[in-house]
């Protein structure tokens, strides 16, 4: 059974860090390029980070740049997201999913399996 289970959630502080994990299991893990989104209350999802299956590329929201940083433990099976000098507007439930799409798409279509997700709160 495929599975994405993100963790490390909770409440920051603005201009605090968090960071996000997020452990897969029941595929080949290397296969898969994996992305971040958020959706907060009132607002469209965001594609906040994308990383590939194997070859390093990595791409960031324009909200997210500078501030978060992608990673990936292939031996591992986990997915990291390290969120420094977190603003107010990072609040929001974050969900990790995967594609096997070799690009960074935003269609959550192309996404076919995605974590339960896990709330940030990020306080002025």
């Known amino acids: 059974e495929v599975q994405l289970v993100e963790s490390g959630g909770g409440f920051g502080q603005a201009g605090g860090s968090l960071r996000l994990s997020c452990a897969a299991s029941?595929?080949?893990?290397?296969?898969?390029?994996i992305c971040w989104f958020r959706q907060a209350p009132g607002k469209e999802g965001e594609g906040v980070s994308w990383?590939?299956?194997?070859?390093?590329?990595?791409h960031y929201a324009d909200s997210v740049k500078g501030r978060f940083t992608i990673s990936r433990d292939n031996a591992k099976n986990t997915v990291y997201l390290q969120m420094n000098s977190l603003k107010p507007e990072d609040t929001a439930v974050y969900y990790c999913?995967?594609?096997?799409?070799?690009?960074?798409?935003?269609?959550?279509?192309?996404?076919?399996?995605w974590g339960q997700g896990t709330q940030v709160t990020v306080s002025s």
């Open positions: 999913s995967r594609t096997s799409v070799r690009i960074w798409v935003l269609n959550r279509y192309e996404y076919d399996y």
């Open positions: 029941g595929f080949t893990f290397a296969d898969y390029a």
């Open positions: 990383i590939s299956s194997s070859d390093g590329t990595i």
